[in-house]
């Protein structure tokens, strides 16, 4: 996964993650439907990463962590959001960041562009091992 539970925490506040994961209306945060939406929303970035990387990327640069919670926080909405919501462009905006990555006209932070690099053979001309000596057949 590109974001912990803490993640969470540290982007919406305590309030607004309870209020998304508290099915039980017990007043905490429910650490394992939180778990479960960033799960979902790193296999959803995974799905566009995919074009280009292989996943799960290892290096995970704050930026895709961020955009996997707002994933994470759109998924656990559920059918609460409208166009103008926040919610919704927030995800938007991180679902077309991926899309700019998947297509390579942007790299993922950490990483230089794979198409350069993969699967390119490089050629040089080396320098001659062995030469007959000059006047003869010895």
Do not use: H
């Amino acid at each position: 996964m590109y974001a912990t539970v803490q993640d969470l925490l540290d982007a919406f506040g305590q309030d607004e993650v309870i209020a998304l994961t508290d099915r039980a209306r017990i007043g905490e945060v429910d650490e394992a439907v939180a778990l479960e939406a960033l799960a979902r929303a790193s296999s959803e970035a995974d799905s566009y990463l995919a074009a280009r990387y292989r996943v799960p990327v290892l290096v995970v640069d704050r930026v895709l962590t961020d955009a996997v919670c707002q994933i994470a926080r759109y998924r656990l909405t559920g059918a609460e959001v409208n166009e103008t919501d926040p919610v919704q462009e927030r995800y938007d905006r991180a679902v077309s960041w991926l899309k700019l990555i998947a297509r390579g006209e942007i790299n993922l932070p950490g990483f230089q562009d794979p198409a350069a690099t993969a699967g390119d053979v490089l050629f040089s001309p080396g320098r001659r091992v062995w030469q007959r000596p000059a006047g003869g057949d010895e």
